[in-house]
């Protein structure tokens, strides 16, 4: 009997608008909470944030189908068999959206929010992505060498691949 081949494919979830909705109702709610709260540690209120904001970048897909992953990801021929660790990747640092979001009150929330997605790497990517972490979204891909597909745009039955522009 063959076995299964998996490669990487996006696929949104069935209920991704309501998750997204909710994921970024729930960082709005937050914001005036954590901000105001002195008795709360800021390192307590930091994790919630970024818990909150890991639920926005896994809501429109499960944690390794994303929208976006690397060209070496892409290319993988089976995601089960290659011995590569996966790793979902914040395009825009978590942590620092997370600090922005409770220290400045004058932030444009729903711009910040935007940009709260993931994008698939290898382990070995998300190590050279480390090395700019002075540096957010995709130009710390771009430092890194790192092409990104758009994965929602490619189609790999037919050789088609959408790349990133900001990466090349």
């Known amino acids: 009997m063959a076995k299964d081949v998996r490669i990487y494919k996006y696929e949104s979830r069935k209920d991704a608008e309501a998750r997204i909705r909710s994921a970024k109702r729930l ?19 930091k994790s919630i944030m970024s818990e909150a904001l890991w639920k926005l970048t896994e ?4 944690k390794y189908k994303t929208r976006y992953c690397s060209k070496a990801v892409w290319e993988l021929p089976d995601l089960d068999s290659a011995g590569i660790d996966l ?6 640092q978590k942590a620092i ?3 922005q979001l409770l220290r400045d009150v004058s932030m444009d929330v729903k711009k910040t929010l935007e940009n709260a ?6 382990k070995k990517e998300h190590d050279r ?10 130009k710390r891909y771009r430092m890194a060498g790192i092409a990104v597909v758009n994965a929602e745009k490619s189609d790999r039955t037919t050789g088609k691949v ?3 522009p900001q990466t090349l």
Do not use: K, N
Not at 87 to 92: A, D, N, Q, R
């Open 27 to 45: 960082v709005v709610i937050l914001i005036p909470l954590l901000q105001g709260e002195a008795e709360i540690l800021h390192t307590h209120r």
């Open 59 to 62: 809501a429109e897909t499960q």
């Open 87 to 92: 790793i979902h990747e914040h395009v825009f």
């Open 97 to 99: 959206m997370a600090e």
């Open 117 to 122: 997605f993931g994008c698939v790497v290898t």
């Open 129 to 138: 992505l480390a090395d700019y972490g002075h540096e957010d979204g995709w």
């Open 162 to 164: 959408s790349f990133v």
